[in-house]
């Protein structure tokens, strides 16, 4: 492990530190691959010292090594992963006003209830906008409205932490550095979004060098902190993002 700028890392506190009560935790759980230990190590590390310590490791194994055991093969339907994986995400997007995040939720969990309530939620939105009436051309915007849009708070580098299900490979633990600037999100690919008032956006981009293979992020940014979904759009990849202000 290590602490950014050379510095050392912390051994102080409970479990002699960060990173050895977060390697404790991880050790009593079962059925944990060497990625999925040491990742999650990673992020726990991140979140308990606000990014101040930022483990990394060196993996050269050619195989999965289990330290607790591997775990015993579920025989539950693919569809329970799924649900569950969308009850989750679901949670992060339900209260969005984005419509475009609302259809990427639908889109990736079409099957399940909750791209059912997605879709409710998508056509409230719609008759709202519908209802609205349409603002007689007045010319541009005072300056200082247009102004208003900007999220000027949120502007700097994030680092963005994916989190992929078990059929996702180069997308599964990566870690990226994105960039904010005047309510504008540029991603590592060099694709960009405008952020909404709350936060919001919603991004695509063609994944490693593969122009078919197109990758959505829907996420929400607000302080310091960020979360959302991604999917790797016509495969089963997907799962979680989370951002962190650097």
Not at 103 to 111: G, M, N, V
Not at 132 to 148: N, Y
Not at 199 to 221: C, D, T
Not at 223 to 243: A, D, N, P
């Amino acid at each position: 492990m290590r602490a950014p700028r050379g510095r050392t890392a912390s051994d102080r506190g409970d479990g002699s530190g960060p990173y050895a009560a977060a390697l404790a935790v991880e050790l009593g759980k079962p059925g944990l691959d060497h990625l999925n230990l040491f990742q999650n190590v990673k992020e726990a590390v991140l979140a308990s010292t606000g990014g101040a310590q930022q483990p990394w490791e060196s993996n050269g194994l050619a195989r999965r090594i289990y330290l607790t055991g591997q775990a015993k093969v579920s025989q539950a339907p693919p569809t329970t992963t799924v649900g569950a994986e969308a009850e989750r995400a679901w949670a992060l997007v339900k209260d969005t006003t984005n419509i475009a995040v609302l259809e990427a939720f639908i889109a990736r969990y079409k099957d399940t209830f909750f791209a059912d309530l997605a879709k409710a939620r998508l056509q409230e939105l719609k008759a709202k906008q519908s209802a609205e009436p349409q603002k007689a051309a007045s010319g541009p915007p005072p300056r200082e409205i247009a102004h208003s849009t900007r999220m000027g708070p949120l502007d700097g580098n994030w680092q963005v932490v994916y989190a992929g299900n078990d059929y996702c490979t180069h997308s599964r633990h990566n870690v990226e550095q994105w960039t904010v600037t005047n309510g504008v999100i540029v991603v590592q690919a060099g694709a960009r979004a405008t952020l909404s008032n709350e936060g919001e956006f919603h991004v695509r981009w063609p994944w490693l060098n593969h122009p078919g293979r197109i990758f959505v992020v829907s996420a929400k940014i607000s302080g310091s902190r960020g979360k959302g979904v991604f999917q790797l759009e016509g495969r089963r990849c997907g799962g979680t993002v989370t951002l962190m202000r650097m």
